[in-house]
């Protein structure tokens, strides 16, 4: 038997009014009373499984070695997509293999593959074509959280479905990138990195080119190093840079924006 995990982590695009979040907890508890449930997010745009990819990604590396993430965003439920396990150098991934656990997984270095015997004796027995998160996933994560070996649970496959995050490209004084996500601040998050602009002074002017829309603002460090309703660049908690105002939502102020516009911005290198 492996060492024992205790933290389940559950990420998902349910909602919290519906019996969905419940019954996972139900099963997970039923099987090891002495788990630790984390709820990550059940407010994930429904069916957007690259915006709850990235979402895992931000937030898995957190957790405490052994975790158990399981995160269920799962448009292709009952149909032929596999159910996983992906196991990492510190935790384990379950879920539906449509990519939704590949950001984070990759984030962390993937040790072993597993497609799970759906079939088995550690999943429910009566079983739903459409609910996979209380019938596969949440019994296997109880499973791996007890100790039972992944070999016991599955099956060792070779690759896995992956989303594909594009990289930013500098171009002399130019960075052209995308928006990954507006969170619910109304920041603009982008796949521009912290090491790209180290040489980026705070208080420095760039401009910033998104949807089709140009804005020449101050990069700082923080929200209120400008006056309220003004806009910035800044490196937020994940180490990307972000557009935004201080108390306001630049996304609604550039309502053409969405995730995976590009975006571009120019600064002096001198």
């Known amino acids: 038997m492996v060492s024992k995990a205790r933290t389940v982590t559950l990420l998902t695009d349910f909602g919290t009014r519906d019996h969905y979040v419940a019954s996972m907890k139900g099963v997970l508890l039923a099987i090891d009373p002495e788990l630790h449930i984390v709820d990550i997010t059940h407010e994930v745009p429904k ?9 895992l990604a931000n937030s898995a ?15 292709g439920v009952g149909t032929s997509r596999r159910s996983i396990i992906i196991k990492t150098k510190n935790y384990y991934f379950v879920g539906p293999d449509n990519g939704v656990l590949s950001v984070a997984a990759a984030g962390d270095g993937v040790k072993h593959v597993y497609q799970i015997r759906e079939d088995g004796s550690y999943v429910l027995q009566r079983r739903s074509s459409t609910f996979a998160g209380r019938d596969v996933f949440a019994p296997v994560a109880a499973h791996i959280a007890k100790g039972v070996p992944l070999e016991m649970l599955g099956e060792v496959i070779k690759s896995f479905k992956r989303i594909r995050i594009s990289e930013p490209k500098r171009f002399g004084n130019r960075i052209d ?12 998050v982008t796949n521009i990195g912290d090491e790209l602009i180290e040489d980026l002074e705070p208080g420095q002017r760039i401009l910033v080119n998104v ?11 923080t929200y209120g190093d400008v006056e309220r309703g003004k806009p910035l660049a800044l490196v937020g908690s994940t180490g990307l ?10 996304s609604c102020l550039l ?3 969405k995730e995976g516009s590009r975006v571009s911005i120019q600064y002096s290198r001198e």
């Open 255 to 257: 309502r053409n924006v």
């Open 47 to 55: 069916f957007d499984i690259r915006r709850a990819a990235l979402l």
């Open 177 to 188: 990138g995308e928006v990954l996500l507006m969170d619910a601040f109304g920041n603009i």
């Open 241 to 250: 840079l972000e557009i935004g105002l201080n108390q306001g939502s630049i």
């Open 61 to 75: 590396r957190f957790f405490p070695h052994g975790t158990i993430h399981v995160a269920v965003v799962d448009p």
């Open 211 to 221: 949807g089709g829309k140009l804005l020449r603002v101050p990069f700082l460090k």
